[in-house]
């Protein structure tokens, strides 16, 4: 059983910056595909969206279109964490966002995953 924990979040001004962590523990996760989600408020209806994930030793990385150029997703296995690094943050930004993990390489969608977060605020305002 593998537990992941988000922290990080808050509340940044438009334009500021922030850095997400996500914690496993219960065993090693430095060969599975990990992966950042988001869900806007109003939308608990809806799929999470994609934000980006990466694979075994750093590979595999993907990054939902719009934010390829901003985001960055890191991994560090020895402390078994994955981080999210969102400069120039948009009110639009706003939302809950969860980390995910699988043993097998990262996927784009939700359910491509067997283990997700709790999930922590994200509000970008000023």
């Known amino acids: 059983q593998v537990h992941l924990e988000e922290s990080g979040g808050g509340l940044v001004q438009p334009g500021g910056s922030l850095t997400l962590s996500c914690a496993a523990s219960?065993?090693?996760?430095?060969?599975?595909?990990l992966g950042w989600f988001r869900q806007a408020p109003g939308k608990e209806g809806e799929d999470h969206v994609s934000?980006?994930?990466?694979?075994?030793?750093?590979?595999?990385?993907y990054y939902q279109e719009a934010l390829k150029d901003r985001f960055t997703i890191s991994k560090d296995n020895d402390k078994n964490t994955v981080y999210l690094q969102m400069p120039k943050v948009k009110p639009e930004e706003t939302a809950v966002y969860y980390c995910?993990?699988?043993?097998?390489?990262?996927?784009?969608?939700?359910?491509?995953?067997?283990?997700w977060g709790q999930g922590i605020q994200v509000t970008v305002s000023s």
């Open positions: 995910a993990g699988t043993p097998l390489p990262p996927a784009t969608a939700w359910d491509g995953y067997d283990y």
């Open positions: 934000v980006a994930g990466i694979g075994y030793n750093g590979g595999n990385i």
């Open positions: 219960g065993r090693s996760v430095s060969r599975w595909g």
